[in-house]
């Protein structure tokens, strides 16, 4: 929590009021909410689809699980777990961002997917889930987003079942200097330019850049999973590193 505004954040590269960071990350992802899956899949190559449905096999959901999909967004991950958990399981589908939410419950109705999904706004930091909750918690490309990361893995653990597992998708660091190279440029110069061209809005793609470079590296990460109580935690880099998945459970 912030004590009268003086705990400070990053946003992007700026440092802000923490109670602040909320308010600025939702702007962003209101301008980008409808254009958001065009972009994932021009900036990532389309790469993206890999990397969600690696978390979806790692997962090992099972009919009838309950599952939180948490910054769900435009519901890529929802939708597969709706499927897997059938009709005697659920999927909630949680984002801070309203739009986001819309975008996300629009998409999957269009295409017939009821029944077993539920819509929530809900802050990653203070969860509104009773405790033991959730079999499975995937947070993908959400948690650097968070104000307070350590909050937010704290509520996670709350709310999962004991046995249950929590993976978090998430850009991090190149292993190899030849791609950090290449990924830095590709992030400072081509993005933004993508961001422009598609949703007439550059500075929200480079706060998008610049706050996967502010998100911890694998192995902070890592740690910060362990202090929150989660056990077992490791992770699988994917891209060489510019994107890895965290697994970690509660015993």
């Not at 249950?164 to 590709?186: A, N, R, T």
């Not at 330019?193 to 470079?213: C, F, H, P, V, W």
Request: net charge neutral.
């Amino acid at each position: 929590m912030s004590d009268g505004g003086s705990k400070q954040t990053h946003f992007g590269y700026k440092t802000v009021d923490a109670d602040k960071k909320a308010d600025l990350v939702a702007d962003v992802f209101h301008s980008v909410a409808a254009k958001y899956d065009i972009m994932n899949d021009v900036m990532s190559l389309g790469i993206h689809r890999f990397w969600k449905r690696f978390t979806i096999e790692t997962a090992a959901a099972r009919p009838g699980m309950k599952i939180l999909d948490l910054a769900g967004g435009t519901g890529d991950l929802t939708a597969k777990f709706s499927q897997i958990v059938g009709p005697t399981g659920s999927v909630t589908l949680a984002d801070i961002n309203d739009s986001m939410l819309k975008v996300g419950r629009d998409k999957l109705r269009d295409r017939g997917i009821v029944g077993n999904v539920s819509y929530v706004q809900a802050n990653a930091e203070a969860l509104p889930f009773p405790d033991n909750h959730f079999d499975i918690i995937t947070i993908a490309f959400g948690l650097r987003n968070v104000t307070d990361k350590d909050a937010a893995l704290r509520s996670m653990q709350r709310v999962l079942k004991p046995g249950g597992k929590l993976l978090v998708l998430e850009f991090s660091k190149p292993q190899h200097d030849i791609m950090k190279k290449v990924y830095d440029l590709y992030s400072f110069k081509v993005i933004p330019q993508m961001g422009k061209l598609i949703t007439n809005d550059a500075d929200s793609y480079e706060y998008l850049a610049e706050s996967i470079r502010m998100h911890p590296d694998q192995d902070t990460l890592k740690q910060m999973m362990i202090d929150a109580g989660l056990e077992q935690v490791d992770y699988t880099n994917m891209t060489d590193g510019i994107v890895a998945l965290h697994r970690g459970y509660k015993f």
